[in-house]
Structures are given as structure tokens and as C-alpha cells.
């Protein structure tokens, strides 16, 4: 890990934990979210080759406007080719239309994935997200899954994740 997600994922860990001591609705802007998220990212790419999915790791801001959520996920992703393994790094920007009442939402949208490291280039594809949330505290679980619709010499990169998150607004 480099210095700078080091520092990333340190400032992400302080927030959240000054976050929770915080009651969110006192910040309630109603039609605005603004949180922070992060979790296990899983390569579900079946088209590989002889190669196999791999884990790995997001996190990042995420902005709600109404519907719309956009957000600016730092994915560090595992890929084996056999006796290749790669380490896919990456920013990955989410953008979802939300549907859904209460505690339960379903996201649907698109994605880009601008490559930070050497390797595979950019990826984009659709998304879709289920999202679990618990009322008045900010706190959610997200299960995504991304259909990478780039074609990479006959195979496509799609991954899915479980993210934890805390809306601070």
C-alpha cells in the first residue's frame, strides 16, 4: 500500500469514527447525502481464460443529489492468469439512479474505471446496487455487483462488492 491510500484509508477510518459520534439528522439536508464507504471487492470475471477471479478492497466519498448518487471508489483488485497475477488499482466512478422507500433502495446506473497502475487499461460497464439502511443513524450496507463491458482480448472485468457506509448529511 502506498503512503497515499495509507493516509486515504487513515482519514476515511477518522471521519467515520468522529461520524459515529455524531448524530446525522442534526445535519439532515433533505434531497442531499454525502457519506463515505468501503468493503471487500470480489473479481467475478468467468471469461478469463484459464485465469480466476480474485479479492480485493474499495472505498471512497460518495455524493447523493435526490436520486442521483455519484461516487469515487479507490478499488485495489486481484486477477490470476494462471501463473499471472495481477494487481488491478483503480478509481472507480459509480453513477446511480436510486429507486426504493424506507430502509431498502436498489441503485441502477453506470460505471468508468480510471486504471491508477500499470497493467489492464480503463474499464466501464453498467451496475446495479441492493442497499440496506438503518433510519435516523446513516449507517447502510451495499451490495454491488459491476458488468465490465469493455472487452479485454476476449474477456471483460466485472467484479461485485459488500461495502459498509455512513451518510453524514
Same mark, same amino acid.
Given at each position: 500500500?502506498? *503512503?497515499?491510500?495509507?493516509?486515504l484509508?487513515a482519514? +476515511?477510518?477518522w ?6 459520534? /455524531?448524530p446525522?439528522?442534526?445535519?439532515a ?6 457519506g463515505?464507504?468501503?468493503? @471487500?471487492?470480489?473479481?467475478t470475471?468467468?471469461?478469463?481464460? +484459464? ?6 478492497? +474499495?472505498?471512497?466519498p *460518495? ?7 455519484v461516487?469515487a471508489?479507490? /478499488?485495489?483488485?486481484?486477477?490470476? %492468469? ?5 494487481n488491478?488499482?483503480?478509481?472507480d ?5 436510486? %429507486?426504493?422507500? =424506507?430502509?431498502?433502495?436498489?441503485? &441502477?446506473?453506470?460505471?468508468? +474505471?480510471? /486504471?491508477?497502475?500499470?497493467? /489492464? *487499461?480503463d474499464?466501464?460497464?453498467a451496475t ?7 433510519p435516523?443513524? =446513516?449507517? $447502510? @450496507?451495499?451490495?454491488?455487483y459491476? &458488468?465490465? &463491458?469493455?472487452d $479485454?482480448?476476449? @474477456?471483460?472485468? *466485472?467484479?461485485?462488492? &459488500?461495502?459498509?457506509?455512513?451518510? %453524514?448529511?
Open positions: 500500500m502506498t *503512503s497515499i491510500q495509507k493516509r484509508l482519514l +476515511s477510518a471521519v467515520l469514527s468522529l461520524a459515529a459520534l /455524531t446525522s439528522a442534526a445535519y439536508i433533505p434531497g442531499l447525502d454525502f463515505i464507504m468501503g468493503g @471487500a471487492t470480489l473479481n470475471s468467468s471469461n478469463l481464460g +484459464s485465469g480466476s477471479g480474485g479479492l480485493g478492497y +474499495s472505498f471512497g *460518495s455524493l447523493g443529489v435526490g436520486p442521483l448518487e461516487s471508489l479507490y /478499488t485495489n483488485l486481484t486477477t490470476d %492468469f494462471g501463473s499471472i497475477s495481477t488491478r488499482k483503480s478509481w466512478i459509480p453513477v446511480l439512479m436510486r %429507486f426504493g422507500a =424506507g430502509p431498502v433502495g436498489l441503485g &441502477l446506473g453506470g460505471f468508468y +474505471s480510471i /486504471t491508477t497502475g500499470s497493467g /489492464t *487499461s474499464n466501464y460497464g446495479a446496487s441492493l442497499r440496506m439502511g438503518i435516523g443513524m =446513516g449507517l $447502510f @450496507a451495499d451490495g454491488r459491476n &458488468l465490465g &463491458l469493455k $479485454f482480448s476476449g @474477456a471483460h472485468i *466485472s467484479s461485485a462488492a &459488500l461495502m459498509i457506509g455512513l451518510n %453524514f448529511l
